[in-house]
C-alpha cells in the first residue's frame, strides 16, 4: 500500500524524514480559476500527490484553465496525481472541474483522489474513505465501500480518532479532545483500557460528576491495523494528516 503524508509547507522537512510520499499542501483556488501555490515551494523536493484546498475558495468559472493548471504542475513537480482536500458539500462547479481533471489525469496515468461526497458523480477518481468511526464496524464499512464502488477506486484516509461521547449518546456525535486534554485525563483517571475489535480503535470510561463518558481514541497500533485491513481488500493507498500523527511518525513509519 502507498502511503502519503498530507503536510503544510512549514512541516515538509519535519514529514520527509519520516515518509517521502508527501501531499504537499501548499496549493488553493484563486480567482480567475487560477491554481495559486506558496512560493517557498520551490525549495522542496519533487514527487508525491498535488494536495489542492477549497478553503475560501471562488467559484470555478472556467474548470478547462484550472484543470491544465493542475496538469501542468503535475508534469513540473513529478506528482503521482492530485489529492483534492476539499471540506464544503459538493457544487456544480467543483463537480465539473473534478470530473474533468479525473479523466485527464487517468489519461496520464495519474491518480485524482477526492471525499466521498463526491463519488458519485466522479467515476474517474479514488474515493477518500474515513476510518474514524464512532459506531458500526470498520470492516463491514470497507465491505460496503468496495461492493458499491470497487476497490480500485478505493482510498483509506486514515484520520485519528480521539473524541468523548456521552453515555448514553443517541446521536453518536462526539467531542474532540485535544492532545492536552487527552493526556491530561489519561492521568487524572488511569483508566483501564480496551480494544475495539469493530471500530479498530482503543477505548475506555470514566465517571464525571455523576454522568458516564466514553472515550475513544487512536495510537500507532490501530492505526497500523487499519492500514492492515485496507490492504486486505486490496486498497492502494492511503493518507495521514502529519499535524494528526506527528507524535507517533517514528512507531508508523520506521526507519529501515
Known amino acids: 500500500m502507498q502511503t502519503y503524508l498530507i503536510a503544510a509547507l512549514g512541516e515538509l522537512p519535519f514529514a520527509r524524514q519520516h515518509c517521502p510520499s508527501l501531499a504537499c499542501a501548499a ?10 501555490r506558496q512560493n517557498a515551494l520551490l525549495t522542496v523536493p519533487p514527487g508525491g500527490v498535488l494536495c489542492v484546498s477549497d ?11 484550472l ?18 482536500n476539499f471540506t464544503q458539500p459538493p457544487t456544480q462547479d467543483r463537480l465539473t472541474f473534478a ?66 461521547f456521552p453515555l448514553p449518546c443517541p446521536s453518536g456525535v462526539g467531542t474532540s479532545l485535544s492532545e492536552e486534554v487527552f493526556q ?10 480496551f480494544f475495539s475489535p469493530e471500530l479498530c480503535a482503543r477505548y475506555f470510561t470514566y465517571v464525571s460528576s455523576g454522568a458516564t463518558r466514553f ?10 491495523e487499519k492500514l492492515r485491513l485496507g490492504q486486505q481488500f486490496g486498497i492502494s493507498a492511503a493518507f495521514f494528516r502529519w499535524a494528526e500523527i506527528a507524535d507517533l511518525a517514528d ?6
Open 55 to 65: 478553503q475560501n475558495a471562488p467559484f470555478i468559472d472556467d474548470p478547462d484553465t
Open 215 to 224: 472515550v475513544l481514541f487512536d495510537d500507532a497500533d490501530t492505526l497500523k
Open 27 to 36: 496549493y488553493h483556488i484563486g480567482a480567475g480559476s487560477s491554481l495559486l
Open 99 to 164: 470530473a474533468r481533471l479525473a479523466r485527464i489525469l487517468r489519461s496520464e496515468q495519474r491518480r485524482l483522489y477526492l471525499p466521498e461526497s463526491y463519488g458519485v458523480s466522479i467515476p474517474d477518481a479514488a474515493i477518500l474513505l474515513d476510518t474514524a468511526l464512532s459506531g458500526g464496524s470498520l470492516t463491514e464499512h470497507l465491505q460496503e465501500a468496495a461492493a458499491r464502488w470497487g476497490t480500485h477506486r478505493l482510498a483509506l484516509d486514515v484520520s485519528r480518532v480521539r473524541m468523548q
Open 67 to 84: 484543470c491544465a493548471a493542475a496538469v501542468r504542475e503535475c508534469s513540473r513537480r513529478a506528482y503521482d496525481g492530485v489529492l483534492l
Open 184 to 193: 491530561a485525563l489519561m492521568a487524572q483517571e488511569a483508566p483501564a483500557v
Open 251 to 256: 512507531a508508523l513509519f520506521p526507519q529501515t
